[in-house]
């Protein structure tokens, strides 16, 4: 099998993988959505699916599950403004390996009027870890507020946000956006800086 160039500079996995066979156990796949809607705000939906290969039988109880149907079929609809305000959260299981799992949901109408920003994730945390709600909904609030960011980004990218200096923000955000680079001296030349002989 051909490895990509992103494959091969992340290295292998096992010295001899070519070696090496794998049977799959476990599928997760997550899934999320951005939309704009029709009152002005906007909305993030986020999906987690669990599927073993093989029958499941948890062996603390719950109901049991047959191979590659969903043991956890669960999400979040997140309604937020410009601002990353939420203003309404929403859950939804479809599928859950106990009846009361369908409860879990209902704490995370706790991070209504909270903004998605920095500090995001530890908020959440503080109002939801451990049995305050259900464990994958809560995991799927911290990637759903980078979903959220990029839902916006159209908006964002046409009012350049900056800083008390006058700097933009974006500049330093992630790699492509480092001040050394060819979109920083290209957007925004007078806050370019030359790369360092060493980076």
């Not at 704009?36 to 705000?41: E, F, P, T, V, Y």
């Not at 669990?50 to 609809?77: C, E, L, W, Y």
């Not at 410009?82 to 209902?106: K, L, N, R, W, Y």
């Not at 909904?137 to 507020?145: D, G, V």
Request: hydrophobic letters at 40%; glycine letters at 8%.
């Amino acid at each position: 099998m051909e490895t990509t160039p992103a494959a091969r500079d992340a290295g292998s996995l096992q010295p001899n993988a070519s070696r090496v066979t794998r049977e799959e156990l476990h599928l997760r796949r997550v899934e999320m959505r951005g939309y704009a809607r029709s009152d002005g705000l906007y909305e993030v939906e986020g999906r987690v699916v669990d599927t073993k290969a093989r029958d499941f039988n948890p062996p603390t109880g719950g109901r049991s599950v047959r191979a590659n149907q969903p043991i956890h079929d669960m999400g979040v609809r997140l309604v937020f403004d410009e601002e990353m305000t939420v203003h309404a959260v929403e859950t939804f299981t479809d599928a859950s390996p106990f009846p009361i799992c369908v409860e879990g949901g209902q704490a995370l109408r706790s991070v209504v009027g909270l903004r998605m920003v920095s500090g995001w994730s530890a908020a959440v945390k503080k109002r939801l870890a451990g049995p305050a709600a259900c464990t994958h909904l809560m995991e799927l609030l911290m990637p759903l507020a980078t979903v959220a960011f990029q839902t916006l980004a159209e908006i964002r990218l046409s009012r350049p946000q900056l800083d008390a200096s006058g700097r933009p923000t974006k500049i330093d955000s992630c790699y492509a956006y480092g001040a050394t680079r060819e979109v920083v001296l290209r957007n925004w030349p007078a806050f370019h800086r030359p790369a360092a002989a060493n980076e």
